[in-house]
């Protein structure tokens, strides 16, 4: 028999490639989402014998209690938030009771129901803008949020890291992901590999803004690797602990992405802008998850970049521009 895990948000674009992942390793699966984005990322999985599925949302206090009344977990992995600053920044009285509200009670009903594995899905953009800009940034380097989005994730690592009382039955792991692209069964085309690549497949001139700042980025299809790599450790090796999730050598500036996609489109219309709304800039060290659980990225930027120009040009999608393909 697999563990039965508990998603959170198992509908989003993270959450649906994260589900058919774990499936697919033997799991069996519990999604709760709201489907504030549609159900479709789900259908892929809808007929698997390990799959089940509860539309309820995180803010309502009766909707956590319920799923544990009715299923014993060995683990939680919690997705769902209000993801990405400009949402955040759109809706912040509901970012902060899903962010770290509806979270927190999440906490402390795995806690109570003695679910022993508990895997929350933090961010690099915590790191803010790095103090030496010829640097990296770690687990260990001071966090400098610089969005509401990365404040709440900040406050609530800071909850189960250093406020709850430790207990040697219970493993909390928090996994900050660099930024993300590829392809899911719920498309976003705000994220920047996957906006700048439709862009300019699609024959149109981009403006790029900050295109000298740092950002880690990873395919989604790994956040899936990772968060079953951490699920199957030694909890020794990942309780009350805080990993990287991504590789070193996937550091890039934008002006760095804008160049690989011109290997595959040569003629890009590009106009770099100044502005100053998003001063994140940080490059991140990957070594911790790599030399402590043996966490190897299996798709690299260019990897990215092929498989959205192909769905761009191969026209899977009708309407690549729906409002839906965004969070914001």
């Not at 069964?185 to 439709?198: A, I, S």
């Not at 996937?250 to 489109?265: G, T």
């Not at 690299?300 to 009708?318: C, H, M, S, T, Y």
């Amino acid at each position: 028999m697999g563990r039965n895990i508990l998603i959170t948000g198992g509908a989003g674009y993270v959450g649906s490639v994260v589900t058919g992942a774990l499936l697919s390793r033997g799991y069996n699966i519990v999604v709760v989402d709201n489907l504030s984005f549609g159900g479709e990322g789900l259908l892929g999985v809808w007929h698997h014998p390990n799959f089940k599925f509860v539309k309820g949302d995180l803010t309502d206090k009766t909707t956590i209690p319920s799923l544990f009344n009715d299923n014993q977990f060995d683990g939680v992995v919690h997705l769902a938030a209000i993801v990405g600053d400009p949402a955040c920044a759109k809706q912040p009285d509901l970012a902060r009771k899903i962010n770290l509200e509806a979270s927190t009670h999440l906490l402390e009903e795995a806690i109570k129901r003695k679910t022993p594995r508990f895997i929350f899905a933090s961010t690099c953009s915590n790191y803010g803008k790095m103090a030496d800009p010829n640097g990296y940034v770690d687990e260990n380097s001071p966090l400098a949020p610089v969005s509401l989005y990365a404040e709440l994730k900040v406050k609530f690592e800071s909850v189960f890291l250093k406020e709850i009382k430790k207990d040697e039955q219970f493993s909390p792991t928090a996994l900050r992901f660099a930024t993300v692209y590829g392809l899911s069964p719920r498309m976003r085309f705000d994220l920047t590999v996957n906006e700048f690549t439709k862009e300019f497949a699609l024959g149109r001139k981009l403006e790029v803004f900050g295109e000298k700042f740092w950002r880690p980025y990873c395919h989604v299809y790994d956040f899936g690797r990772a968060i079953d790599l951490v699920l199957n450790a030694d909890a020794k090796k990942v309780a009350y602990n805080v990993f990287n999730v991504g590789d070193t050598s996937e550091n890039y500036q934008k002006q760095m992405i804008v160049d690989e996609i011109k290997k595959l489109i040569p003629i890009l219309q590009v106009h770099y802008v100044s502005r100053n709304d998003d001063p994140r800039d940080y490059r991140v060290s990957f070594e911790k998850i790599k030399k402590e659980l043996g966490f190897q990225i299996s798709r690299r930027l260019p990897d990215g970049i092929r498989e959205v120009k192909n769905l761009i040009d191969q026209k899977i999608l009708l309407n690549p521009d729906d409002a839906k393909y965004k969070n914001s």
